[in-house]
């Protein structure tokens, strides 16, 4: 299994840019997750699907657009990109379950530079 | 609202000394408590996490963790660090309710150096 995985592993853009960041995950996982790091303020959520067909917004959604592709896969997409948006993002996903319990996998990031 | 405090963004500890690095937590609801380790240039991996079987969770590595009600807290523990724990820990909450149940909300990471 490869778990989740992300591409691309690196991306330079130039402000207006648009770019999509893909994510696929073959763990029959039913949640997908896209999050930002930045240094000192951890990991915020910027789109989840809970479910194939659905999404919904998190903590830092404005600028960004998601489509869950299938099952499998949960893209993000950055219109028009912004300096503001130079980060490390992280895709994860879950197992299906009514509880929170179940933890989340995290893929090995997308390091973009917005110049 | 459910938020996380990690105290310490960063800590230093010398080889074979006691590592601690502590979590408090906001919920509402009985919480899930989770604990993962973000290693240079890597994804972050699940430690250890807390599910209300157990207040004295252990993980991989030699890590443990317990909860404490009364303090709200999820503090992680290592009785001897070694030069390879040096990396990033997250500590997060998931309420486990309504609409957004799984959702986790990350505290802020302490990284953790290890001297020789």
């Known amino acids: 299994n490869a778990g989740v995985t992300q591409t691309p592993k690196f991306q330079v853009l130039k402000t207006g840019q648009s770019m999509t960041l893909q994510c696929a995950q073959d763990?029959?996982?039913?949640?997908m997750y896209w999050y930002r790091q930045d240094p000192g303020m951890g990991l915020r959520l910027i789109y989840y699907?809970?479910?194939?067909?659905?999404?919904d917004k998190g903590e830092v959604p404005n600028g960004y657009n998601v489509s869950r592709l299938n099952k499998r896969e949960f893209s993000l997409r950055l219109e028009s990109a912004a300096p503001s948006q130079t980060s490390v993002y992280f895709c994860?996903?879950?197992?299906?379950?009514?509880?929170?319990?179940?933890?989340?996998?995290f893929g090995p990031g997308t390091r973009l530079t917005v110049l | 609202a459910q938020s996380v405090t990690q105290l310490g963004s960063h800590v230093s500890v010398s080889e074979g000394a006691l590592v601690l690095l502590r979590c408090n937590y906001s919920s509402s609801v009985p919480p899930y408590l989770f604990w993962y380790v973000q290693y240079p240039n890597q994804g972050l991996q699940l430690l250890l996490k807390?599910?209300?079987?157990?207040?004295l969770v252990k993980g991989i590595n030699g890590f443990e963790a317990e909860f404490k009600k009364s303090e709200t807290s999820f503090h992680l523990t290592k009785p001897s660090a070694h030069m390879s724990d040096a990396a990033e820990y997250f500590c997060a909450v998931s309420d486990g309710y309504g609409g957004s149940q799984g959702n986790l909300i990350f505290g802020k990471g302490t990284k953790l150096s290890v001297k020789p």
């Open positions: 699907s809970a479910s194939e067909g659905t999404t």
């Open positions: 807390y599910t209300s079987a157990a207040t």
């Open positions: 994860a996903s879950r197992t299906a379950g009514t509880s929170g319990l179940n933890e989340q996998f």
């Open positions: 763990m029959n996982h039913n949640s």
